[in-house]
């Protein structure tokens, strides 16, 4: 017995519009759960990051165990890293997303501390003599002429998430990457085609909003550009 001609989910087409109206429900929710472990695990990654970079940068000895901390890190292959914070996590959404914190930390805290060593000394030395404490030194000098460099690591940064939530699939929670590795077991085409297009869509979304938000907040750079 044949497929009707018009039932492309029978005939197991990449392409194919019934899928997308069918499964609506499942594709929002593993879409929504991909967006939340992405925000959540680059925000905590920025949190983590700011001060170690702030440490590396007002205390040179710490700036090579830092970096070469977050740098091996950032080498452990994925299914590898999330075996040896499972016994901490157990088989939960925060095993994924304390993973990806890990992995996110390399390319933060380099882009920072790029951003805090590039701020000119005589700056600096300005603000001072203008009465600016380390605090409000920090807050409206060194961090707005790091931006650029932070906000080019955190670009990175969340699209390397989006892409490696995908692995959370092996624990159950991977959003998108659920869809995927179930399609590839039972060769589900419109399923495997349309959650990897899902997740190049929000990658390149993430990259645009960002790079958005960064020339809103440093318009100077783009009047010397």
Same mark, same amino acid.
């Given at each position: 017995m044949t497929a009707p001609p018009d039932d492309c989910l029978a005939r197991n087409e990449w392409i194919c519009g019934a899928y997308? +109206?069918?499964?609506?429900?499942?594709?929002?929710?593993?879409?929504?759960?991909?967006?939340?472990?992405?925000?959540?695990?680059?925000?905590? %990654?920025? @949190?983590?990051?700011? /001060?170690?970079?702030?440490?590396?940068?007002?205390?040179?000895?710490?700036?090579? /165990?830092?970096?070469?901390? +977050?740098?091996?890190?950032?080498?452990? /292959?994925?299914?590898?890293?999330?075996?040896?914070?499972? /016994?901490?996590? %157990?088989? =939960?959404?925060?095993?994924?997303?304390?993973?990806?914190?890990?992995? =996110?930390?390399?390319?933060? @805290?380099?882009?920072?501390l790029a951003g805090l060593r590039a701020v000119p000394e005589e700056t600096r030395q300005a603000a001072r003599g203008m009465g600016y404490g380390p605090l409000r030194l920090l807050l409206t000098v060194e961090l707005p002429l790091a931006l650029p460099a932070a906000m080019a690591g955190l670009r990175v940064a969340a699209v390397s998430a989006v892409s490696l939530v995908t692995v959370g699939a092996i624990v159950g929670f991977g959003g998108l990457g659920n869809l995927i590795y179930s399609g590839m077991n039972t060769y589900f085409k419109a399923q495997v085609l349309t959650a990897s297009v899902l997740c190049v869509v929000i990658a390149v979304a993430a990259d645009l909003l960002l790079l958005g938000a960064q020339r809103l907040l440093t318009p100077w750079t783009r009047r010397t550009s």
């Open positions: 997308l +109206t069918s499964r609506r429900e499942i594709l929002l929710d593993a879409t929504l759960q991909h967006l939340q472990l992405t925000a959540v695990s680059v925000l905590l %990654g920025l @949190v983590i990051a700011l /001060p170690l970079a702030l440490a590396a940068r007002h205390r040179r000895w710490a700036a090579g /165990p830092v970096l070469g901390v +977050t740098t091996v890190l950032y080498t452990i /292959p994925s299914l590898a890293m999330f075996s040896l914070l499972l /016994p901490v996590y %157990g088989l =939960s959404a925060a095993l994924v997303v304390a993973g990806l914190v890990l992995y =996110s930390l390399t390319l933060l @805290v380099r882009n920072i």
